[in-house]
Structures are given as structure tokens and as C-alpha cells.
């Protein structure tokens, strides 16, 4: 076994790392304050290989991994959560959504220009009746001879005002349930399709949350994407991959949240010591550090399986839920040791409290993360009982 990152990935996490220290973090409580989206950031990360990751040169990506990929949006996230989010959301839902079940020319159409930040993606799944349960949804498309017509409104859907192209998910045989829904790609300015409201968040507020209104939108037969009926199973297999990268933005969150705290508890004096002089901040540290670890092993495992092709929907899921719980654990004591400061607007540890709040929740709630756990668990067991 080999826990070490390589030459190359060490080299990769300092380049992003210098990057996010030097092009994010002056603006970060700007954007913040303003809920401004960071396009200009986004499009020179765009430049630099970074929207295009883990899909090969022949589609403009980077031919990496999933251990790299979780690389960079670790160190985006320790510094803005929501560039992290940003670029998570454009790569490992949308771009991946349309490099796993896209045909050649597909691929080759928006997939080479995501991956070169060209365009930006987003990926319409929840709706405002249907989001742990994204099987009920009601959106529908129906077929009109050369064309498809898209009715219906997707929620909280990532990088929405700014997209050029969505991947949108909707019914195109009621009666087959999950197995009658299907994906689309939808490029922005096509008539009846319009991002409508904006969500003004808690947290991860200079990233974009939007409503995707379709209304009587006519798209080319030829923009489904993978076979009629499959786009509900290829969202899971979507998500499979998407879910690793929210793993990897709550560690990064939970690392920023550390490192602060350890600087902080250095300089803070009370009581004639320096506050990291108290056990009770040492063993606050020494939690934190712990739970950091143990994410990082989750995170780094389930990329490192996924990268080896095999199944990990259960791995993905146990590190996308123990990561966003920790971090968010993390956070808190974190703001406990700055203390008062801890929740003044302008310190780090206020934003990140806010941040992390959504990463339980989204790209499915630790609730659902925990039936697919079980479910995993229950079907290996039944499995192991037959071969006995
Ligand atoms: C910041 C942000 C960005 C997002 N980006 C996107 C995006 O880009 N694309 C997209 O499609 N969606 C996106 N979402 C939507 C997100 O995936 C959903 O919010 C999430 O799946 C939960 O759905 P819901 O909000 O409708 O909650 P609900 O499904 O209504 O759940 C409410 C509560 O009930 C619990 N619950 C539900 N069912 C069960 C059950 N069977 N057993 C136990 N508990 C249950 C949930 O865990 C939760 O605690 C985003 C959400 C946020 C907050």
C-alpha cells in the first residue's frame, strides 16, 4: 500500500494550492458579501486544465484522475468552497454526465469545449417536488418528430445563470418510472428555456443556485443523451463520481477551518499563555486533526478505486457522509477557539460555518447517503449468504 501522493500529484496540489493563495483568496470575503460569481477566476482555471480534469486530451481534458481531480478541488475548497463547488459541479456532473453517456460526437462537441472552459456547464436533476426522491421527478420531454419538447422546472441547480450548455434530466415514459427518464443537453439562448429565480444562500454564496425554467423548449432529436430511458440510471453513476468531489470540498473546508485555527490559537493570549497552551484547545486540535485524517483516507481511497474502475457506490457514499459530517464538526470548533471573533462577519471561520452547511445536503442528504450504505451492505450480505 502506498498512502503517498507522487511527484507529479504533489507538484499538482502546489500549483493549485499557489493559485487559490494568490487569485481567490484576496476576493474570497467580496464575493462572499456580494454573492458575486467569480466568471473571470473561473474561465483562467478554465486555461490552466483545471474544468476538464479527468477527461482525456482527445476531449481538451487533462487525462488525469479522480486523485488528482480530488487534489485540486481539496485545495480550491480550502480557500473558497465555492469555486470548489463551482468547478465540481461543471465537471463531475455535467461534463461527466455527457463524457459517460454521450456518443462520439457529443463528446466532441461539449465535452472538448467544457473541459477548456470555453463553456460552463450545469446539471438539472432536483425539482422543487422531487429531490432525495429524483426518481419522482415531472419535468417531461416529448418526441415531435425530429425534436424533443422540454416542459417543466428544475431547482438549486449549480452554476445555472452562467451555463452554456445543461444536462437536465426529464420523463419521457411515465409508466417505466426511473427506468422512463432520460437526459438531455440543452445549450443556453434555445428558445423557451430561461435560469429563473436565484437563491440567496446561507452559505456558498459566490457560487450561482438556480432555477431552470423549460417551457415548451424545442431541442434536436440528436441532443439525448445515452439511449432513451437511461438518464436516471446514468445520474446515479453521475452522482457516484460528483459525490467524491463534495467529500473532497468538505475536506478542504475542514482544512482551512484547522489551519486558521491552529494560527489563531498561537497568537490569542488569555490568561498570560497563548490559547494552545490550554488542553482544551489541544484536544480540540487533536480532534480536529483526527477527523481531517480520516477524511482525507475515505476521500483519497474512494478516488483511488474509482480510478481503478471498480465499484465504489458504497465507498463514495461512506466518504461523502463522513466527510461532510466531520468537517462540519470541524468548523464549529474551530469557530470555539477564535471565540467571539469566531462569528464576526469577515473571519474565516464565520464564512466556513455557513459554507459547509449544504454539503450534507446536497448531491443527496447524509439521510440518503446512509440507505444507500445499507443497501450496499444488505445486497453483499445476501450475496455472501447464496455463495456459502
Ligand atoms: C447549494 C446547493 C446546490 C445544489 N446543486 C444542485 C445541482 O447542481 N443540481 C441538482 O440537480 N441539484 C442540486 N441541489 C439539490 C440537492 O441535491 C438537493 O437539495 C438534495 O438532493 C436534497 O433534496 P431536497 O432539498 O429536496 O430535500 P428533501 O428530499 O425534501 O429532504 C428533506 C429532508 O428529508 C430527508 N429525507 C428524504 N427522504 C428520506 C428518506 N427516504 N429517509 C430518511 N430521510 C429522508 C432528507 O435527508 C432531508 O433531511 C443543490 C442543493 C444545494 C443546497
Redesign the pocket.
Given at each position: 500500500m502506498d498512502f503517498q501522493l507522487n511527484d507529479e500529484q504533489l507538484h499538482l496540489k502546489k500549483s493549485v494550492r499557489e493559485f487559490a493563495e494568490r487569485e481567490i483568496k484576496p476576493n474570497v470575503m467580496k464575493w462572499d458579501e456580494a454573492g458575486e460569481f467569480p466568471l473571470a477566476t473561473i474561465k483562467e482555471l478554465g486555461k490552466l486544465g483545471m474544468l476538464g480534469m479527468i477527461f482525456p486530451p482527445e476531449y481538451g481534458g487533462a487525462g488525469m484522475g479522480y486523485v488528482e481531480y480530488v487534489t485540486a478541488i481539496e485545495e480550491l475548497s480550502r480557500v473558497d468552497g465555492s469555486v470548489g463547488?463551482i468547478v465540481a459541479?461543471h465537471t463531475s456532473?455535467c461534463s461527466n454526465h455527457i463524457f459517460l453517456a454521450g456518443n462520439e460526437a457529443q463528446k466532441k462537441k461539449y465535452v472538448s469545449k467544457l473541459s477548456t472552459g470555453e463553456f460552463l456547464g450545469?446539471?438539472?436533476?432536483?425539482e422543487p417536488s422531487?429531490?432525495?426522491?429524483?426518481g419522482s421527478a415531472r419535468m417531461t420531454a416529448v418526441r415531435k418528430g425530429n425534436n424533443w419538447v422540454l416542459n417543466g422546472t428544475?431547482?438549486?441547480?449549480?452554476?445555472g445563470h452562467y451555463a452554456d450548455v445543461v444536462v437536465v434530466l426529464a420523463v419521457t415514459d411515465r409508466a417505466a418510472h426511473t427506468h422512463g427518464i432520460s437526459a438531455f443537453v440543452v445549450e443556453k439562448d434555445t428558445k423557451g428555456f430561461r435560469p429563473g429565480k436565484k437563491e440567496n444562500?446561507l452559505g456558498?454564496r459566490a457560487?450561482d443556485?438556480a432555477e431552470l425554467i423549460f417551457d415548451d423548449c424545442v431541442i434536436p432529436a440528436e441532443n439525448l443523451l445515452g439511449g432513451e430511458g437511461q438518464g436516471f440510471p446514468d445520474a446515479m453513476r453521475v452522482l457516484d463520481g460528483g459525490r467524491i468531489s463534495i467529500a473532497a470540498l468538505s475536506l478542504g473546508m475542514a482544512e482551512g477551518a484547522y489551519d486558521a485555527a491552529l494560527k489563531y490559537s498561537k497568537q490569542r493570549r488569555q490568561f498570560g499563555k497563548a490559547i494552545s497552551d490550554f488542553q482544551a484547545i489541544q484536544w480540540k486540535l487533536a480532534d480536529m486533526a483526527t477527523e481531517i485524517d480520516a477524511a482525507r483516507l475515505q476521500t483519497y481511497r474512494a478516488a483511488w478505486l474509482r480510478d481503478r474502475g471498480g465499484l465504489v457506490t458504497r465507498e463514495v457514499a461512506m466518504a461523502k457522509m463522513a466527510a461532510t459530517e466531520s468537517a462540519q464538526r470541524t468548523i464549529d470548533r474551530a469557530v470555539q477557539i477564535f471565540g467571539g471573533r469566531g462569528v464576526v462577519q469577515g473571519e474565516i471561520t464565520e464564512r466556513l460555518y455557513r459554507d459547509i452547511r449544504?454539503l450534507r445536503?446536497?448531491?443527496?442528504?447524509?439521510?440518503?447517503q446512509k440507505?444507500i450504505i445499507a443497501r450496499e451492505l444488505l445486497n453483499e450480505a445476501r450475496v455472501h449468504e447464496k455463495n456459502r
Open positions: 463547488i459541479a456532473l450545469a446539471w438539472g436533476l432536483t422531487s429531490g432525495s426522491d429524483a428544475k431547482t438549486f441547480c449549480t452554476n444562500k456558498l457560487s443556485t449544504a445536503i446536497y448531491e443527496g442528504a447524509t439521510e440518503v440507505l
